[in-house]
């Protein structure tokens, strides 16, 4: 029986070189880097999506400053003043 100070040694967990790694090693090396190019890939394709979005924003954004612009303040000759309406 161990007690709390007592442990059982630990194996290494640095991955082995090819050769020297078991099936199931190799599988589970195998998950674990598709589990990473999957989530690579959605990661791209989320910062893909998200710059498009921020472009249409953008866009909605200078197009509604465009479409303000000339319906906005005018001025008009008041006894020789310039007023602001």
């Known amino acids: ?3 709390g100070s007592e442990r059982p040694p630990q194996t290494d967990s640095q991955p082995q070189s090819g050769s020297e790694m078991t099936k199931k090693q190799r599988q589970n090396a195998a998950k674990r880097e598709a589990q990473k190019a999957a989530k690579a890939e959605g990661e791209a394709q989320r910062l893909a ?3 498009k ?3 249409d ?3 909605t954004k200078i197009a509604e400053q ?3 612009k ?5 001025a008009s000759v008041n006894k020789g003043h310039l007023v602001w309406d």
Not at 70 to 74: K, V, W
Request: glycine share 10%; hydrophobic share 25%.
């Open 1 to 3: 029986m161990l007690t």
């Open 49 to 51: 999506t998200l710059a």
């Open 53 to 55: 979005h921020k472009r």
């Open 57 to 59: 924003l953008e866009k």
């Open 66 to 68: 465009y479409s303000k």
């Open 70 to 74: 000339g319906s906005g303040s005018s």
